[in-house]
């Protein structure tokens, strides 16, 4: 018998995550990568601490392995069919279990990519597509 309690209780897990894009729940998202990076320098003066540190802008990038399914669902918005002609679009990612609900948005992404990769032996084609959000807003 297990008598060490689960002191975190449930932990939060890709299963348990939802995901809208251009107002489209996505359900067969393999995967989806995205961050924000600053560049962040130290500034001297006299001596050999720093004396103060500045800030660069903040960017982001990302990523999303996507079934072809899913990818053609995309398609349907652009004009031409081309994921890289869809105007800027927010990706509502939710990450929850009760009482532990995390949306994160990543505002005005667009694809920086597009196409088709697949091989003899593929029973679903997937494929990995980097998209540039603008921002993330955290909540």
């Known amino acids: 018998m297990n008598t060490v309690p689960l002191i975190n209780g449930r932990s939060y897990d890709y299963v348990h995550i939802t995901m809208t ?3 489209v729940p996505i359900e067969g998202v393999k995967s989806i990568n995205y961050t924000e990076e600053q560049e962040k320098t130290n500034n001297h003066g006299t001596g ?3 004396v103060s ?3 660069g802008p903040v960017t982001c990038k990302g990523s999303l392995e996507l079934p072809m399914e899913e990818v053609e669902r995309i398609r349907a918005a652009s004009p ?5 002609k869809i105007d800027m679009f927010d990706i509502v990612v ?11 948005t990543l505002k005005n992404v667009e694809f920086l990519d597009d196409g088709v990769e697949t091989s003899s032996g593929d029973t679903q084609i997937c494929r990995t597509f980097n998209i ?3 921002h993330i807003k955290y909540v």
């Open 48 to 50: 050999e601490a720093p």
């Open 53 to 55: 540190r500045g800030r």
């Open 132 to 134: 540039l959000p603008s």
């Open 80 to 84: 031409t069919g081309s994921l890289l």
């Open 94 to 104: 939710v990450h929850g279990v009760v009482g532990k609900i995390a949306v994160h």
């Open 21 to 23: 894009i251009l107002g």
